[in-house]
């Protein structure tokens, strides 16, 4: 953290601080229930953002993300996994509760409101 913002390097490079594969292989990995494609470095990024995370709370603050530039196609793929659904209006995405715990990072957790 750095002037009171958490520093997310690793948003823009493959280096990413957890697993994010739900293929079956490695240490901590997150399992969907109906074993969906992993979510991609690509995709990985595009959720947390939808979730507002990272944030000094830990704790997810929305469940909304509108896609632009080439994001459609990846939340395109991510509804078709089963890890997101499209909003009510064009270009709008939410996650599903799958989708969004596979995008939070160790100590981090969902916010009851957004996901009863």
């Known amino acids: ?16 601080p957890f697993p994010f594969s739900r293929s079956g292989e490695g240490p901590g990995v997150r399992v969907s229930p109906s074993e ?20 000094q709370e830990r704790l997810s603050c929305r469940n909304a993300a509108f896609a632009r530039g080439a994001e459609p196609d990846e939340w ?4 078709e996994a089963g890890e997101a659904r499209p909003g009510k209006h064009a270009g709008w995405f939410h996650l599903t509760r799958a989708g969004a715990e596979a995008a939070l ?8 409101e957004d996901f009863p």
Not at 36 to 53: F, H, V
Not at 76 to 79: C, D, E, I, L, Q
């Open 76 to 79: 395109r793929a991510m509804v």
């Open 105 to 112: 990072a160790p100590g981090e957790t969902l916010n009851p």
């Open 36 to 55: 969906a494609m992993p979510m991609t470095p690509a995709q990985l990024p595009l959720a947390r953002c939808a979730l507002g995370l990272p944030n």
């Open 1 to 16: 953290m750095k002037d009171g913002v958490i520093q997310a390097h690793w948003l823009e490079s493959a280096e990413l």
